[in-house]
Every structure is written in C-alpha cells, then in structure tokens.
C-alpha cells in the first residue's frame, strides 16, 4: 500500500513538471502586460518579463516565477504594494521595482510576502516606502537585491528597507539598502540568519525588537544613526560585522537594550560615537573584537549585569568606558587573560603576556561628562587631555571600580577584513574615514611585531 502511494505522489509530481510552461510578457509576444501573463499561467509557470515598463500592483495568488530580462520595471500607481505575494514558493528575481503606496499603515512596499518558502533575489527598488515586507511569511531567502527608499523623507516617515513582522526562520543575504528608516527591521521574527549585507544612510543598520535566537554575520554598517540595535531579544549572535562612522546625536556602533545571553565575535566597530552602548544587558559574551579609534568604547549602565569581555583589542579610543551608576559586575578577563588596552603602561616581568599592573578602565573627563553633560563640547579640548594627563599623574578621583586585572601586553590576532568604503562621500570625508581605518589596523600590526 505504501509503495502504491509513493508511486502516485511520484506521477502527480512529474506530471506538475511536464506541465510547468515558461511564458513571455512583453512588446511583440503573446501577453503584452504581466498581468496577462499572471491571469493565463497556472502553479509552477515561468513569466519571462522583456525589457521594458510594466503596470504594477501586481498579485501572486499562485506559485510562478517572475523572470526579468534586461531589468525590466515594473511600476507601481503610487498606491499599495508594487507587488503582493499571496502563495507559496514564488521567485521574484531581475526585475526593477519601484513607486509604491505612502501608508505605512498599510504596508505600502516594493515587495509584500504575505506567504512562506519564496525567493527574492537580483532585484533593484527604488521609490518605495518598504522595500521587502514579510507579514507572517515564513522559510523566505531574500538575496542580491538593492533596496533604496525615499531620501526626500523625513527618516520617521519612511519604511524599513527589509521589515519582518511575526515571522521565522527567513535568510537574508548579500543585499544592499540606503534612504530608508531602519535598514532592517525584525519584529517577533526568530531564528532569522542575516548575513553579507550593506545598509548605510539609515537610522539603524539592523533592529531587532522581541525577536530571539538570531544570527547576523559578515554585514557592514556604516554612516547610521546606530549600526545596530538589539533591544528586548535573546540569543543574538553577531560575528564579523563591521560597525564604521556611526555618529551623531547619540549614536552607536551597537546598541544592546533589555537583551541577554549574547554572543559578540570579531566584529570590527571603528570610528564611532560610542562603540557599544549597554542597558540591562545580561549573560553576555564579547570576546575578538576590534573596538578602535571611537570617542567613547563602552558606555554601560549599572543594569548590565553578568557580561564578560575577554581578548578584545582597544586600540585608540578617546574613552575607554563611560559607567552610568556606580559600578557593574561585568568580568574583564576570561580563560586566563583579558583584554588589550593601548593606553596601558604597566609591565611583564615574568614575559607571559600579560601585564603584572592591573588596568584600571577609566577616564576622568568622561566621569564629569556624565554628571555634566554640556561639558561634551570641550571633549577635543587640551583642557580634557590635561585633565586626564593630571589623573594619570595624580590620581585623586575615585570614578571607576572597573579593573581589567590580566590585561594583554599585545593586541590578540583576529584574522580581520577591512571595513568596505561607503558609498556617495566626497574626497575629504572618505580620507577622514580611510585614516580612522588605517590607525588601529596599523597600531594592531606593530604590536605584533614589536
């Protein structure tokens, strides 16, 4: 009985194959709009789309594969979704899609996944309030695609680049998104992989609220508000990033907020405001990460509890630490050694690499700042250098209880990539950006050297 039913699950199978047709839309063929070719193919059709302008607003409610040849556009009326994807196991790849809807309440996208199991791949968006919105929509790859909001908007008045809502397990790789709100946005969405991906000109490169057991790898974030956001989530693992020239009016590399038992690997976070900021973050791991040339390294509130940072590089930094509250339990070493500090100036007289003087993390202008922030404003000052050469000399204050008590005498060898060059810059900021980059890579190899 089984072998019967096995037998006709393979006929109705190959039979759905030989069925599978491949139609052309455009000048000159058989349907002369895509929507023609939606209405006359059944599951499993092929539309090849030629070059050329199509109407959008176009709807799914079937499995096909949208083909673009030569980047045809297809162009929504300004209202709703560009295209709505109703089934399951759509591929939507080559085509150039653009001139959404407004609502964002509505949900207005370039792309709207109402169902699991799709593909999105190699397209270009422009002109849309959402890029790629995932509504419950489930097991989806969205890769290759170039995402590129409204820039003439005001940042709360745009759509995320990629929004999940309510929805697991969908993989986002290797795309590229500017001009929008957030560049992605995941909300309730768990066990998500986002890997090798672009967002710069956002507010957040990467948000995640309430969404747990996640994977980001390998993505660059740079020239955003904040490079990422992980707030009320669980179980993040991040490695690889790289976290470049995110400043601004509190701004950060990452942002952890109401997060806990993170994971934080070799990510390279440079040139920012504050590299990582930290509130009621707890049972976190940082350990091989590059933390160089910021203003301020960690900024962390007393509420952070149970962390640990261990064989990371700071390299450069104006300030190593800024504690909001008296103190934290965070651990500073791990498996026998700590961190590398390049403003320590104790000594290895036993040569085993790591320093006999504990390393007590502070800085006296940052400790006033934070009881006086106006004073921020003299930050370059030679006052502030005075005042934390004197503290140095003559150390009178008791800010910080913060000590590193195995600190490394050489920077930890990471194995790390450049950051990539943003986009749309003149000459004199990419310089700017460019040495920031430089110094601690450069730093980073005379230590390992000397």
């Known amino acids: 009985m089984m072998v019967v039913r096995l037998g006709i699950a393979a006929v109705v199978l190959v039979a759905g194959i030989l069925e599978a047709d491949t139609l052309s839309a455009g000048a000159g063929r058989r349907y002369h709009s895509v929507r023609e070719a939606i209405a006359a193919a059944v599951p499993g059709d092929t539309i090849r789309i030629e070059a050329g302008t199509y109407a959008g607003n176009l709807v799914l409610d079937k499995r096909l594969t949208l083909e673009g040849v030569a980047k045809p556009v297809i162009r929504g009326d300004g209202r709703g979704s560009v295209i709505a994807v109703l089934a399951e196991g759509c591929t939507i790849r080559g085509l150039v899609i653009e001139h959404s809807g407004g609502m964002l309440v509505h949900e207005d996208s370039g792309i709207l996944l109402h169902a699991g199991g799709n593909r999105i791949e190699n397209n270009e ?38 929004h999940i809502y309510n929805a697991t397990g969908n993989t986002i790789l290797a795309n590229v998104i500017t001009d929008t709100r957030d560049g992605m946005y995941l909300q309730y969405a768990n066990h998500s992989v986002v890997r090798g991906n672009r967002a710069y000109g956002v507010r957040y490169g990467l948000h995640y609220m309430y969404s747990d057991d996640n994977t980001f790898e390998d993505n660059s974030f740079s020239h955003n508000v904040a490079g990422a956001a992980i707030m009320y989530s669980r179980r993040i693992v991040l490695r690889r990033n790289r ?20 994971i934080a690997e070799e990510n390279v976070l440079v040139g920012n405001a504050v590299a990582i900021f930290m509130e009621a973050v707890r049972g976190s791991t940082f350990r091989k990460n590059l933390i160089a040339a910021n203003d301020n390294a960690l900024k962390m509130f007393s509420s952070a509890s149970g962390n640990a940072f261990e064989a990371n590089n700071f390299i450069d930094n104006l300030s190593p630490l800024e504690v909001i509250g008296r103190s934290t339990d965070t651990r500073w070493s791990g498996l026998g050694r700590g961190n590398y500090w390049s403003d320590y100036e104790g000594y290895d007289l036993n040569a085993d690499g790591i320093g006999d003087v504990p390393f007590k993390i502070q800085n006296v202008f940052q400790h006033l700042e934070g009881q ?22 003559f150390p009178v204050f008791e800010i910080s209880r913060e000590f590193d008590r195995q600190p490394l005498m050489k920077p930890v060898a990471l194995g790390l990539t450049m950051p990539e060059r943003p986009r749309r810059r003149g000459f004199f900021p990419l310089a700017a950006s460019f040495a920031m980059l430089v110094t601690p890579v450069w730093l980073y190899r005379k230590g390992r050297t000397s």
Not at 244 to 256: D, E
Not at 377 to 389: C, D
């Open 125 to 162: 968006l422009r002109d849309v309030l959402f890029g790629v919105y995932f509504f419950g929509a489930s097991n989806n790859i969205l890769a290759g695609n170039t995402i590129r909001g409204r820039a003439w908007l005001d940042a709360g008045e745009r759509g995320g680049g990629i």
């Open 243 to 262: 976290f470049v020239h995110n400043r601004g009016f509190s701004s950060f590399g990452i942002l952890f907020q109401e997060a806990e038992n993170c």
């Open 372 to 393: 006086y922030p106006r004073i921020g404003i003299y930050l370059y000052s030679p006052a502030s250098q005075a005042l934390a050469a004197a503290e140095k000399a």
